[in-house]
């Protein structure tokens, strides 16, 4: 069965990934841009790209200065500071319980079946005592991330 947790994860790690992809096809050899505001190119170690508008005419400073510094090398380290984040914040999932109150109950020795399922994050709720699990799939800081990608999270999740 797919979780809201394993949803919202798998869309996190399919954003990294595209990310990934994208970074190294721009980089090619050289993943360090900068931006010259004399010839309004962006330059790597592969050359010069004429930085224009749709007119043709050059960009301004602050946009050629903008995608300078969201160079490839930028997004790569960010999509490896990401996964790292991924990774120290493993979601757990278990069953949860609720008493069974039916005096009817075939077998008197099974007083609890699953109404549910609980999550924790192994890095947030460090304790791991059963106070700690709770009903929302995601720590904050994996919402936060979420975030960063435009990842919808559903209202109830929050
Ligand atoms: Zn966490």
Known sequence: MLTVADTLIDKLKAALDEDERIALRAAGFSPTWSYDRETFTIDSAEGSVAARKAGGSPINDVDGEHIARHDPARALRQVAAHRKLLELHPIYSKPKLGFIAAPDRKDPAVMYEQVGVEYMCGKCDQWRHEEFYHPE??????????????IEVPADVR
């Not at 799939?137 to 435009?150: F, I, K, M, N, S």
């Open 137 to 150: 799939p995601w720590c904050d800081t994996l919402l936060a991330l979420a975030e960063v990608y435009g």
